[in-house]
């Protein structure tokens, strides 16, 4: 059974920073594209940055500068920096794996909270 399981969220101040992982099992690593997304309490599920299996990435406008997308491809590993938070990055994160185009599956996490608040 494939798994991704979302780590290191938590409830920080204003300012602070987060390392979130994703852990996933049963799946190639290394031939997804893997990406985080978020959803605030009240708002659709909105895409926040992703990384493709050659390492190139791309961020929502709201993610650039402050966030940092990256994969360990021999851990299996996705990761999600975070620097200068502020409470519109209040979220439940999610992590998703998309297959190739050969194999076009979609597979998601629980998620992981992330608040900020002083």
């Known amino acids: 059974q494939v798994r991704l399981v979302e780590s290191g969220g938590g409830l920080v101040q204003p300012g602070g920073h987060l390392r979130l992982s994703c852990t996933t099992s049963?799946?190639?690593?290394?031939?997804?594209?893997m990406a985080w997304y978020r959803q605030a309490p009240g708002k659709d599920r909105e895409f926040v940055a992703q990384?493709?299996?050659?390492?190139?990435?791309l961020y929502a406008d709201s993610a650039k500068v402050r966030f940092t997308i990256d994969r360990d491809n021999a851990q299996s590993i996705l990761y999600l920096q975070m620097t200068n938070l502020n409470d519109g990055d209040t979220a439940v994160y999610y992590c998703?794996?998309?297959?190739?185009?050969?194999?076009?599956?979609?597979?998601w996490g629980q998620g992981t909270q992330v608040t900020v608040s002083s």
């Open positions: 998703n794996a998309d297959g190739p185009a050969w194999h076009s599956v979609r597979y």
């Open positions: 049963r799946i190639n690593f290394p031939i997804y594209t």
């Open positions: 990384i493709f299996t050659n390492g190139s990435t």
